[in-house]
């Protein structure tokens, strides 16, 4: 039994690892998917080195934002459906996984997304007094990469909360590893003995009490 529970440890152990690469490869997918499509501030260029931003265009900074934000939820969601999908090593090693992957992969996609934003928009090194030019977007505040890890581990909570199984449809019930298999029911039969049939025909001696026998005459005390 010890034998199979660290073995089973081990799977989920290794499941847990390949949840985290798994989440930071998809993270960073879609920190290059947001890299292109954030949008860009524009510059008009007022002396060598200096610039002033033009009118509406600092609202970008925010579309910028929203756009991290929903990218990262989006990843969280898939990634955490995808997960739960791994039905033979469901359970806190998984969920660690998944948060740790989450976490590294939300910092993955702004690293990556940042340098494929400054990648597509290049800035030129020495522009012209008046030429507008386009600066690469940033993400404005790190908050923004807690949306992925949060929603991440509630959509796997609420799926285990969902499950009609106490062991979440693993077949082990201890937390960790298959090191307990769930007792299944299984009636003790002892050979030689009798048992009641179950059944319309059973139970009753032949007896059908919905046919009846006739009306049934009511018995009372004498006063």
């Given at each position: 039994m010890a034998a199979v529970g660290s073995g089973g440890l081990r799977r989920e152990v290794v499941a847990g690892l390949l949840t985290v690469a798994g989440?930071?490869?998809?993270?960073?997918?879609?920190?290059?998917?947001?890299?292109?499509?954030?949008?860009?501030?524009?510059?008009?260029?007022?002396?060598?080195?200096?610039?002033?931003?033009?009118?509406?265009?600092?609202?970008?900074?925010?579309?910028a934002l929203a756009i991290f934000v929903c990218?990262?939820?989006?990843?969280?969601?898939?990634?955490?459906?995808g997960v739960w999908r791994l039905r033979s090593v469901r359970g806190p090693v998984l969920q660690l996984g998944l948060l740790a992957g989450s976490l590294l992969g939300a910092?993955?996609?702004?690293?990556?997304?940042?340098?494929?934003?400054?990648?597509?928009?290049?800035?030129?090194?020495?522009?012209?007094?008046?030429?507008?030019?386009?600066?690469?977007?940033?993400?404005?505040?790190?908050?923004?990469?807690?949306?992925?890890?949060?929603?991440?581990?509630?959509?796997?909570?609420?799926?285990?909360?969902?499950?009609?199984?106490?062991?979440?449809?693993t077949g082990f019930g201890g937390p960790f590893g298959a090191t307990r298999p769930v007792q299944r029911f299984v009636p003790d039969l002892e050979p030689g003995a009798s048992y009641t049939q179950y059944g319309?025909?059973?139970?009753?001696?032949?007896?059908?009490?919905?046919?009846?026998?006739g009306p049934v005459r009511e018995s009372r005390p004498a006063r």
């Open positions: 989440v930071v490869l998809a993270s960073s997918i879609g920190g290059a998917i947001w890299g292109y499509l954030a949008p860009v501030e524009q510059l008009l260029v007022t002396e060598a080195g200096r610039g002033v931003v033009l009118t509406g265009e600092s609202v970008h900074q925010f579309d990218v990262g939820a989006v990843v969280g969601v898939l990634s955490a459906a910092f993955a996609m702004r690293t990556i997304g940042e340098a494929v934003a400054e990648w597509h928009h290049a800035r030129p090194d020495d522009p012209p007094v008046g030429q507008i030019i386009d600066i690469a977007p940033e993400l404005g505040s790190a908050l923004a990469m807690i949306a992925q890890p949060l929603l991440a581990s509630l959509v796997l909570m609420f799926l285990a909360a969902l499950s009609p199984s106490e062991d979440l449809g319309p025909n059973g139970g009753h001696g032949g007896y059908d009490p919905a046919a009846g026998a």
